[in-house]
């Protein structure tokens, strides 16, 4: 469902950009929204690194000044050191970050229009700033809410996941940044020391992916900024909001099991990783501009919204649909917990059947798995799972009208409806001392079809915790467990309930230089899923609805039409003398766009993940980025271009990275990196 364009509100707004001072000198560049009024309001921040002044400004739009709109001052924060803010970039969520945020919350909860409460919004790294700002505890930060951001750096993040390195976005975020933070300050907003100002930024740059790589277990580099490290330094009120199809939705299911239950609340939609009001696969769509407004009434107003009457946690649970590489709308139902983890949710086990089976996976295997972070484009879940599942173990359990886990009756009617964490434990013999395991739940429907459901990755040498790199002793067997995704799901009658487990998984999971597979003992291994029962008084399913989702009216982005076809959003290419699988990635994050002042901006970005099938040394990826920002009025145009890859051998990673930047035809920047970085456990 598409949103509703409001344009009449109980306010009338003003809008305008002004330069935020910082303790040391430096300020930070911030667009403020206003309601029409005499009167102090309630202060709402979004604060991130990806520039108020074009590439968020036409999400910004659609919300802030319907916040405004409602009442509330609504402004949003160029990160220092990117966009028109002045000072240097640093690391994601470092310290400095922090500290400048805690400063802009003060700031402007003593500004004469300020009743002196604040609250804090944000999607994806918003939403990762404003959990670790709520942590600091500014004394006038009162309220957040955190879209689609995550509690743990390292194991929910886009660096690593169940202790391996997470190839696919660990590559390409950090060559996404690289270009993000070497594009130039706007003169329009900057003023005539725009060129300084980049130049010194791009002295000051260094690819994230020294850091990240240099640390491949959750030390303390990770726990900075991980408020899983202490919930109960959170004071501040919490609506924790996810999507089935972001991959950082495990982080509500934890909030609402570790914060105080009278100061959260979470909501998990079928959402990818976007606003839940966008109207962009899979939906349906909510009126999440109204639910934030009943959040910050209550919280920031001191008004009877009945927001904290909602049930603790309110799930999605999406009913069983064929495989698809986008939805426009999912089918299911919401419904209700009022505590977490649930009485309604009782843990079901499934034990495997079958004789000793030998797991090792073609290096291609994953190939198939969608994309890391949905974004609602139509390439970006994941197809038919029947390919992937030829390359793994698979282990099956039909859907029967017994009592859930009981596969001997065959008969029956009832669906199985799972709501939380499955987890899986493995029985596992290994002759090499690094290896991993994955493992995929799907549902398979009588046609053969295969939809993945949920899944989850456990590095075998993290298997005593993701702190530690423990060789696995050679020839040895143990048992191992992991959880998979979150996931609110329902397998109907008749189909079948499968758990797949491989041992590659690329590009998501980087493999291990000597894996050699392993052994799978069926006797000592079972899936245990998180199966919702409620009847009765237990039965605490109640209507849940949303209003029809709405915004404000839009900024006026022009998309200028190509005569070009566009490229595949996701291409596999097959050299089937050499057994080399290439995937080419087109992550379609903008194109071309004009902008009502003018600006012509355009981004375009390839990235690509190489492996022969047979040879997991020889896994490569690269990325390569190309950025321009054109003022014809002004004469003035800048082009960024990167290029990042990723290679290794069996001790090492190899990682190059180049900036080229441009003022009109001269080459004001270039620089290559070129590291070599130890394999040390991921």
């Not at 490290?229 to 959170?234: H, K, L, V």
């Not at 392993?518 to 609805?545: H, K, M, N, Q, Y």
């Not at 982005?557 to 291409?571: G, I, N, Q, S």
């Not at 990635?585 to 600006?599: E, F, K, Q, S």
Request: one cysteine or more.
């Amino acid at each position: 469902m598409p949103p509703t364009i409001r344009t009449a509100f109980p306010y009338e707004t003003s809008h305008e950009d002004v330069r935020i001072p910082l303790p040391d000198g430096a300020h930070l560049f911030a667009r403020i929204w206003r309601p029409v009024t005499d009167e102090p309001v309630p202060t709402l921040l979004e604060y991130l690194p990806y520039r108020l002044s074009d590439w968020t400004a036409p999400r910004d739009w659609q919300r802030h000044p319907w916040y405004a709109g409602h009442g509330y001052a609504s402004v949003r924060v160029d990160v220092r050191g990117h966009g028109n803010s002045e000072g240097l970039p640093g690391d994601e969520y470092d310290a400095t970050e922090l500290a400048d945020g805690v400063a802009v919350i003060n700031w402007l909860a003593e500004q004469p229009w300020c009743t002196g409460k604040v609250g804090m919004f944000g999607i994806s790294w918003g939403g990762f700033n404003s959990l670790q700002l709520a942590a600091l505890a500014p004394e006038p930060l009162k309220a957040i809410v955190t879209v689609c951001s995550a509690d743990d750096r390292y194991d929910n993040d886009v660096h690593y996941i169940g202790g391996s390195v997470l190839a696919v976005d660990m590559h390409a975020w950090a060559a996404t940044m690289l270009a993000f933070v070497s594009r130039p300050p706007d003169p329009v907003f900057a003023g005539e020391d725009w060129r300084e100002m980049w130049l010194r930024r791009l002295e000051a740059v260094d690819p994230f992916i020294h850091t990240w790589l240099d640390h491949q277990t959750r030390d303390a580099y990770w726990k900075h900024g991980s408020v899983c490290e202490d919930y109960g330094a959170i004071k501040a009120a919490v609506l924790a909001v996810g999507g089935w199809h972001d991959p950082y939705r495990d982080t509500v299911l934890r909030l609402v099991e570790h914060l105080d239950p009278e100061k959260v609340r979470g909501l998990i939609g079928p959402w990818s990783h976007q606003y839940p009001d966008r109207g962009l696969p899979p939906g349906p769509a909510i009126g999440f501009l109204q639910e934030t407004l009943r959040w910050w009434d209550h919280h920031l107003k001191g008004e009877d919204t009945d927001v904290m009457d909602e049930p603790l946690l309110r799930s999605w649970i999406s009913a069983s649909h064929p495989p698809a590489t986008v939805y426009p709308e999912l089918p299911g139902r919401w419904v209700g917990d009022t505590v977490w983890p649930s009485p309604n949710i009782t843990t079901v086990p499934y034990a495997f059947r079958g004789e000793p089976v030998l797991v090792d996976s073609p290096h291609h295997t994953g190939l198939d798995a969608g994309r890391y972070f949905p974004f609602g484009n139509d390439a970006d879940l994941p197809p038919d799972q029947r390919d992937e599942d030829a390359k793994s173990a698979c282990f099956d359990f039909p859907v029967t009208g017994g009592t859930a886990g009981d596969v001997t009756d065959g008969h029956g009617d009832a669906p199985i409806e799972i709501l939380g964490r499955p987890r899986v434990r493995l029985r596992l013999r290994m002759d090499v001392p690094a290896g991993q395991a994955i493992a995929r739940l799907c549902d398979v429907a009588p046609d053969g079809s295969s939809t993945l459901v949920t899944r989850g990755v456990l590095n075998l040498s993290a298997r005593n915790g993701r702190d530690r790199n423990d060789p696995w002793p050679e020839g040895a067997t143990e048992d191992v467990t992991f959880e998979l995704n979150g996931i609110g799901h329902t397998f109907p009658p008749g189909h079948h309930i499968r758990l797949a487990v491989s041992s590659a998984y690329w590009p998501w999971v980087w493999p291990q230089g000597d894996s050699a597979g392993f052994i799978l003992d069926p006797g000592g291994s079972s899936l245990e899923l998180p199966v919702r029962t409620a009847d009765g008084e237990a039965d605490e399913d109640r209507p849940i609805s949303f209003e029809p989702p709405e915004q404000s009216e839009p900024m006026g982005v022009v998309f200028p039409a190509t005569l070009d076809e566009p490229r595949p959003e996701r291409m596999v290419i097959r050299d089937v003398a050499q057994g080399t699988w290439r995937l080419e990635v087109d992550p379609r994050y903008g194109g071309t766009r004009v902008y009502p002042d003018g600006l012509e901006f355009t981004e375009d970005a390839l990235e690509t993940y190489t492996i022969q099938e047979s040879d997991p040394l020889s896994a490569r990826t690269r990325s390569d980025w190309t950025i321009r920002l054109h003022r014809p009025e002004l004469a003035w145009d800048t082009r960024v271009e990167t290029r990042s890859e990723i290679s290794c051998d069996a001790d090492s990673f190899f990682t190059t990275n180049e900036v080229i930047c441009h003022d009109g035809e001269e080459v004001v920047f270039h620089r290559t990196w070129e590291k070599r970085i130890p394999r040390t456990a991921g």
